[in-house]
């Protein structure tokens, strides 16, 4: 069973337009939620988190929105650049391991 | 800094023989965590550590999965006998014991088994 779930396999969005890319999770436990970007060939790493007392996280040209009672997360990327295409991973933690979903795909078209 | 160091970063065996991957944690961090990526299932947690102390391996596939940490600077997933469906990319991440600190990936290793 995916506690964490995201359903978009990929997105493409033009460059300068936003880029919302969604994750949901079944697992009430989860208090804190993560997102990661990968390139192809290396390690993911970390792009922005979110507490679950909180309901919005800025950092830049990236935000991470969350609502508890649907169980969903978002994050919005503003505006995107090419730079962007990537691999995006929502993570959620139970206070001890972090789980992933599957990744969504983003490619920003010059 | 080196961050998180895999190896090897690719590996091509033949069904049936055994495969050490290896990772050196980031120097202070207390957990260290093994994932496996595929493109069904993402990115799947295997085990993880706690001060070189296994905590869960549930996400260890079969008894044919087997990972050790002698020490806070290294770590090992032995894979024994390999098969086909065993071929991923293979991360290993280290992180501090700061509930919110961010896990640290190192570049992975791809196996294929053929």
């Known amino acids: 069973d995916q506690q964490v779930k995201q359903n978009s396999p990929s997105l493409s969005v033009q460059e300068g337009r936003i880029s919302i890319l969604n994750c949901d999770y079944t697992?009430?436990?989860?208090?804190?939620f993560l997102w990661y970007k990968k390139y192809p060939a290396e390690g993911p790493t970390f792009l922005i988190s979110?507490?679950?007392?909180?309901d919005k996280n800025e950092d830049g040209r990236f935000t991470v929105f969350l609502n508890k009672s649907a169980k969903h997360l978002s994050l919005h990327i503003v505006p995107s650049q090419p730079g962007d295409s990537a691999v995006y991973f929502c993570?959620?933690?139970?206070?001890?391991?972090?789980?992933f979903g599957a990744g969504t795909i983003l490619r920003v078209k010059s | 800094d080196a961050g998180v160091i895999q190896s090897p970063r690719h590996e091509v065996t033949e069904m049936g023989q055994e495969v050490t991957l290896r990772c050196k944690p980031i120097?202070?961090?207390?957990?260290l965590f093994w994932y496996r990526q595929t493109m069904m299932r993402g990115l799947e947690l295997l085990i993880y550590?706690?001060?070189?102390?296994?905590?869960?391996d549930s996400g260890m596939p079969e008894d044919r999965f087997s990972a050790k940490m002698p020490n806070a600077s290294f770590s090992t997933l032995k894979i024994q006998p390999s098969e086909p469906r065993d071929s991923a990319v293979y991360f290993c991440?280290?992180?501090?014991?700061?509930?919110?600190?961010?896990?640290?990936f190192g570049n992975g290793t791809r196996l294929t088994v053929t």
């Open positions: 991440a280290s992180r501090q014991a700061n509930y919110n600190s961010p896990l640290h």
């Open positions: 697992n009430s436990m989860f208090d804190y």
């Open positions: 979110i507490s679950s007392i909180k």
């Open positions: 993570a959620a933690s139970d206070g001890n391991k972090l789980v």
């Open positions: 120097s202070g961090h207390d957990y």
């Open positions: 550590f706690n001060n070189n102390v296994p905590i869960d």
